[in-house]
């Protein structure tokens, strides 16, 4: 996989640079909440347009039905993005028109442009190979050079991310190589103890990243949602817990395995529960209570750890040389429910090891609760690609650039 270095020595300027990023940022209206993805991409346009590329940087935002639609307007981003580079950046009103085409051309050297979201052009999302490389064509024309550096998209099979960079000189960005990196660190020569933390609310999400690790980790932590299915296979009361009853028997095989292959499978032993999920908004007192794992109230919604399994998964990260984490352990954006997840963060950084967080919920929890974000080995941009890479899948967006 050729690298952003090698292109800047290569030299870049006067080139038009198609850098694909994930700009895929919470919005409350056009207000964004998280700027993390925008600041992760800043190294590799800085890179570019000091060295007088003229950079063209495009992503998805939401889930938009291949259409434009203003509530998915990477606008926001866009200025964002300007404020954080401090210069103007060019904002064009569609992915491949008159708009785009103005955008680009008017670049100087060093100039840097954002177009709008791809998704508003069916072609980006298409499971139709020639729709798909029809819109590729047409992002092809805008550039001469590819820098992939959205690694929160490289598991999608879309026109920017496995398309693209097979029509254009290819090369990976910074974000990426060292995403990369991190992840070769969690699957090569893992140094150990090796301990997965794994929450989020399905247990169905997490399912094949749980049977790759059961022959890769020592421990896993399991919490959040997905949890409840877990104890509801132990045989335990959950009360109206979140529960996918349709994977109790894949959990408990699982189960089965874990004390097989001599993987320390470790459940909450006490948890957090309220008459039902809280509200968000006004964050308002939740009723909260704590019981044993084992006796959650037929009417209770379990939606955090407790405060002794706080203190049983922050003790078996105690040695860690490696953790992996990725989903929080309860309900996070409550104060109410907050605690879990921040006794495991703060585990993290007292871990004595390598730290990674995974990317999505987890991320955001480390600096919705005021982690210093520095303080961790890695914080990842991409929860499903990480997930997706360490089950051991091809990850499209990755195949692409090392062609």
């Known amino acids: 996989m ?5 292109l800047l020595s290569e030299g870049v300027a006067g080139k038009r640079v198609f850098v694909r990023a994930d700009l895929n940022v919470p919005l409350d209206g056009t207000t964004i909440t998280d700027d993390g993805r925008i ?30 639609d203003p509530a998915f307007s990477l606008a926001p981003a866009a200025a964002r993005l300007g404020e954080l580079l401090g ?34 052009n069916a072609g980006e999302t298409s499971k139709d190979d020639a729709e798909r490389a029809a819109f590729a064509d ?12 959205g690694f929160g998209a490289v598991h999608r099979k879309h026109a920017s991310v496995y398309d693209l960079p097979k029509r254009l000189p290819h090369y990976a960005g910074y974000l990426i190589a060292t995403e990369v990196g991190v992840l070769k660190k969690l699957t090569d020569d893992v140094k150990r103890p090796y301990v997965v933390v794994l929450g989020g609310a399905k247990v169905s999400d997490k399912l094949a990243v749980i049977d790759e690790l059961l022959g890769k980790a020592d421990r896993l932590l399991i919490g959040g949602g997905m949890v409840y299915t877990f104890l509801k296979a132990k045989g335990y009361e959950v009360g109206i817990s979140l529960l996918q ?19 320390e499978l470790v459940l909450p032993v006490d948890v957090v529960v309220g008459p039902g999920f809280p509200d968000l908004k006004t964050k308002a007192p939740a ?23 706080r203190k049983l998964y922050a003790s078996k990260l105690a040695d860690a040389a490696t953790v992996f984490w990725n989903g929080p352990m309860g309900v996070f954006e409550h104060p109410d429910y907050a605690e879990g997840t921040r ?12 730290t990674v967080v995974g990317g999505g919920d987890s991320a955001a929890a480390v600096r919705t609760l005021g982690f210093d974000e520095n303080a961790f080995g890695h914080i990842s941009t991409g929860g499903g690609a990480s ?5 051991g899948k091809t990850l499209p967006g990755l195949a692409a650039l090392e062609d």
């Open 138 to 149: 047409r992002l092809a024309g805008l550039a001469d050079v590819y820098v992939g550096d």
């Open 39 to 68: 600041r992760a991409v800043l190294p590799t346009v800085k890179a570019l347009a000091g060295a007088g590329a003229r950079v063209i940087v495009a992503s998805h935002l939401g889930r938009p039905k291949g259409a434009p």
């Open 87 to 120: 210069a103007d950046v060019a904002f064009a009103e569609d992915t491949v028109g008159t708009s785009a085409e103005a955008a680009v051309s008017g670049l100087a050297d060093g100039g840097v442009a954002v177009i709008e979201n791809l998704r508003f």
């Open 245 to 263: 009853e349709d994977q109790i028997p894949t959990v408990k095989e699982y189960m089965e395995r874990a004390e097989k292959n001599g993987v």
């Open 387 to 391: 997930l997706e890479y360490l089950e």
């Open 343 to 354: 006794a495991v963060a703060q585990a993290l950084l007292d871990a004595p090891g390598f």
């Open 2 to 6: 050729k690298t952003i270095d090698e």
């Open 287 to 309: 009723d909260a209570t704590t019981v044993a794992a084992d006796a959650v109230p037929a009417d209770r919604m379990g939606l955090d750890i407790g405060p002794e399994s």
